[in-house]
């Protein structure tokens, strides 16, 4: 975890930041007003979080956004191409341009989200099982409201619950089901080549081998940053195929299944811990990959038939 605030009134160091942060090039001042500048930032990983104050001055400027993917939601003021057949809109979510593209930024206050394209390709061919996929990403806004809500709430979560709380990122998991949760959203949210990928294959006949395989392997590595790829890649199947497989042996989800393991690893440590030294929900609830109290709280209710806390006290 990096994080980072910055703040200045000089121009020159404005635009080195700008630079630095947003690959801001051959920038020009078109006002000169009272400048003032203001960026709080925080890295996780391959993930950068970024709220970014302009105000004062307006520029013109070129984006460049080679070997990342940049998701910005314009709060207040303008950022606004003045090149290429794409308009950024003026509220909502929308994807930074691949190419070079010229921009208008004026008393701007902008949420910014920028993962790095190498770890995105890598997920998305691990979740289509094919190692020679090429992403490409076809359009900057959303494929539809309801996407456009679904990578928003997913950015609100980042940053109301896991990027300010230093416990919960200090757990392995939670930051690795953040990258995958974050770069999944990406994936579905903006039109990209992911979304016609392979069909689903067909599973033609249960396979209680690679499923046991998949169980014992989940089982085993419970406190692993696993995800469907590991779990895949240990049943010796595709990940759609071993979807299928759960789906029809089980009626449950590979992800679920881990999901409902490692409540049950909570569960566990909550009743042998002792809460006079200290031991919290939320410190045992981050080690096994929780970090949403209200989602946890409500999972381990349904679970357990009671709060986590009366679990810890009894």
């Known amino acids: ?76 003021g303008v950022l606004s191409s003045t090149s290429g057949p794409d308009r950024f809109p003026r509220r909502g979510p929308f994807l930074f341009p691949q190419p070079p593209c010229a921009s208008y930024w004026a008393d701007l206050d902008l949420l910014s989200v920028s993962v790095d394209g190498a770890a ?14 090429r992403l490409q990403f076809t359009g900057t806004r959303p494929v539809s409201p309801v996407m456009a809500r679904y990578w928003s709430n997913t950015v609100g979560h980042l940053q109301r619950d896991l990027l300010p709380n230093t416990q919960v990122m200090s757990s392995p998991l939670v930051r690795g089901e953040m990258t995958r949760s974050l770069i999944i959203a990406l994936l579905h949210t903006f039109p990209n080549t992911f979304l016609q990928g ?14 046991r395989r998949a169980v014992s392997f989940i089982d085993a590595n419970l406190s692993e940053d696993i995800g469907l790829p590991e779990i895949a890649a240990a049943a010796g199947l595709s990940p759609r195929g071993v979807q299928a497989v759960f789906r029809r042996e089980m009626d449950t989800t590979p992800i679920a299944y ?16 002792d809460p006079t030294t200290g ?11 929780f970090a949403h109290r209200g989602r ?11 709060a986590p806390s009366t679990t810890l006290h009894t």
């Open 1 to 76: 975890m990096q994080r980072a605030v910055f703040r200045t009134r000089d121009p020159a160091r404005a635009l080195t930041k700008l630079d630095e942060v947003y690959a801001l090039r051959d920038v020009q001042w078109i006002t000169g007003g009272d400048l003032s500048m203001s960026l709080s930032s925080t890295a996780a990983g391959p993930v950068h979080y970024g709220r970014l104050r302009l105000g004062g001055s307006s520029v013109l400027g070129t984006t460049e956004c080679a070997g990342v993917l940049r998701i910005a939601h314009v709060l207040d």
């Open 120 to 133: 995105v390709v890598e997920l998305a061919r691990q979740l289509l099982g094919a190692d020679s996929f």
């Open 198 to 211: 392979p069909p689903v294959p067909d599973v033609p006949a249960p396979r209680p081998a690679a499923l």
């Open 258 to 273: 881990l999901r409902s393991a490692r409540l049950e690893a909570v569960h566990r440590d909550l009743l042998a811990a």
């Open 279 to 289: 031991t919290t929900v939320e410190a045992v609830a981050a080690r096994w990959g």
């Open 296 to 306: 946890f709280a409500a999972a381990y209710r349904a679970g357990f038939g009671q």
